[in-house]
């Protein structure tokens, strides 16, 4: 019985919501997206330009890594950290905030330029978006160009069967980018070597007068630590690993 009373209740109740929803219901505002300006623009142009800008700011972590120095920067500095032996220390965090700043540095006139030529006259409406990427370009492929090794650039052009460019302007992205990016794994790991050298020759001391001492079951990284720690703060070792990155790029 008391069921009966309560579904009654509910149906006299959605009833009612139903019978009066029209007095309470408020006509629902026109939504509508548009895309483009007030200057008359062709509709889709500036979708097009909005996908288009998406598009190169999903790819702009590999423009970050392969087309500027931030592949040297941030593989020597790891090399520090491994020849240390210190295991996560610096953080992760830090290495790559460093190497990005550096990068930012090192590549300012670089994208000055690119500014210049290429991102103002195009905000300004002085060129087209084809022109843009054109002029940006350039300055781009002056740098990579400067640090790219003639054998891997010639690598990827017989790959292409295609002839020797007359000048480095010439040159497709295609292949002076991953040419750049080889040839910047090549000079990285050099400077790696030549930082881990120093502290190898701890290691086999250490190792070495453990050895002589019967110490064999002490491991030779706990006593070699503090010495290539010592070491490196009194060289003023950041100061040299970053100073040498700078002169490995021409940077005063």
């Known amino acids: ?32 997206i548009n895309i483009g300006n007030s200057s008359g623009d062709q509709p889709g142009t500036s979708a097009l330009s909005l996908l288009l800008l998406i598009t190169v700011l999903s790819i702009a972590p590999g423009i970050m890594v392969l087309m500027t120095s931030f592949t040297r920067i941030v593989i020597v500095l790891g090399f520090v950290r491994t020849s240390l032996g210190t295991q996560q220390m610096p953080p992760n965090q830090v290495l790559i905030g460093l190497a990005m700043f550096m990068t930012f540095f090192i590549m ?89 050298i120093p502290f190898l020759v701890i290691d086999m001391i250490v190792a070495s007068t453990l050895m002589a001492m019967g110490m064999m079951m002490l491991p030779p990284i706990m006593i070699s630590l503090p010495f290539k720690l010592l070491l490196f703060v009194m060289v003023d070792g950041w100061y040299l690993v970053v100073r040498g990155l700078l002169l490995s790029f021409n940077t005063t």
Do not use: C, W
């Not at 309560?6 to 006509?27: D, K, R």
């Open 108 to 196: 300012a006139p670089t994208f000055g330029q690119v500014n210049d030529v290429a991102l103002q006259p195009y905000l300004k409406g002085e060129i087209t978006q084809t022109e843009a990427f054109e002029q940006a370009a350039i300055p781009m492929k002056e740098f990579m160009g400067a640090h790219t090794r003639q054998k891997d650039l010639q690598l990827f052009l017989n790959y292409t069967k295609t002839d020797p460019p007359a000048s480095i302007q010439d040159t497709p992205l295609t292949v002076l980018v991953p040419a750049y990016a080889i040839s910047e794994l090549k000079t990285a790991f050099t400077m790696g070597f030549l930082i881990f």
């Open 1 to 32: 019985m008391r069921n009966k009373k309560t579904l009654a209740l509910l149906s006299i109740l959605l009833l009612s919501l139903f019978i009066n929803g029209q007095a309470f219901a408020e006509p629902l505002p026109d939504i509508s």
